[in-house]
């Protein structure tokens, strides 16, 4: 009799303690709940616009800007490169994960709707929300632009500062479009001294470029596939005959093998695919 009254009480302690160890559902759910304390959207100004050139499977590319006009609305442009430049806008608002790390688009059909944020960028992610793989996977990515408050382009910008003398630090931004740059060398042999400048020009706002390089005039579309990627596409120059073409049809074959670029200082350094340096210019 008296060990089946120990074994009751045992029993029961054993209950108690099991039933102390059980959490309270608000509890539970807290734990749950991802910290967003540090998540982009409350660390980041993401805000604004963002583009970029994201592959492709029938065309040369899908020009893309992302505006993010404020936390809750979009807009969506795009433009199928070499076969439409019709715009295609869509707009609609957008919601946060519950991490608060990806953004989803609402109104935008069966279109790509998930963007991961990051510093200054925007990453497309696959149909479930994942980061999409494979050789194309850096190419899925929208820069964010900085809008020139005199012209209102939105550009992709290096600064650099200037020391000179004893005259105060002046802070002086190269920006890939918008600046007009003079060409300094080309394969690897520097450019003499011309009557006209050799020159390069990228506008924004239209995703074109003109150049000039001692006869005809060069000009057709720019894409920027990622942050540091660039190609010239759609080429084209004006027939006239003019003595001594080599600078121009060597510039005009270079164009056709540019691959990425980067701006250091005041020079503009455009690359092929083995990364070598093609052409240098200095911002003017």
């Not at 009254?5 to 509890?27: T, W």
């Not at 807290?30 to 492709?56: E, F, I, M």
């Not at 590319?61 to 715009?87: C, F, M, Q, W």
């Not at 003079?182 to 009557?195: D, F, M, P, R, Y």
Request: hydrophobic share 35%; charged share 20%.
């Amino acid at each position: 009799m008296k060990t089946t009254l120990v074994s009751i009480v045992l029993s029961g302690l054993l209950l108690v303690s099991c039933g102390n160890k059980e959490e309270h559902p608000a509890a539970e759910a807290a734990k749950n709940t991802p910290d967003v304390s540090h998540s982009p959207k409350r660390t980041l100004d993401y805000q604004g616009y963002y583009k970029g050139v994201l592959p492709c499977a029938d065309c040369e590319g899908i020009e893309t800007e992302l505006a993010l006009n404020d936390t809750v609305h979009y807009v969506l442009t795009t433009r199928y490169l070499g076969k439409s430049d019709a715009p295609f806008v869509t707009k609609g608002t957008y919601v946060w994960n519950a991490d608060e790390t990806h953004i989803r688009l609402n109104n935008n059909g069966d279109g790509p709707n998930e963007y991961a944020v990051s510093e200054n960028q925007l990453t497309q992610l696959d149909r479930e929300g994942k980061p999409i793989t494979g050789q194309l996977a850096t190419r899925y990515i929208l820069q964010k632009m900085k809008i020139d408050q005199a012209t209102g382009e939105k550009l992709v910008q290096s600064t650099s500062h200037v020391i000179a003398s004893e005259a105060p630090v002046k802070a002086v931004t190269y920006s890939l479009a918008g600046t007009t740059w003079v060409l300094e060398s080309l394969g690897g042999k520097a450019v003499g001294k011309t009557a006209k400048p050799y020159t390069l020009q990228l506008n924004s706002k239209d995703g074109r470029f003109s150049a000039y390089v001692g006869c005809n005039r060069i000009g057709g579309n720019y894409v920027m596939p990622s942050a540091t990627g660039l190609a010239f596409v759609n080429v084209m120059a004006t027939k006239m005959a003019c003595p001594n073409r080599n600078s121009e049809q060597q510039f005009l074959e270079v164009l056709e093998t540019v691959d990425a670029y980067e701006i250091k200082q005041n020079k503009l350094l455009v690359f092929n695919k083995t990364k070598t340096t093609v052409a240098v210019f200095y911002g003017q």
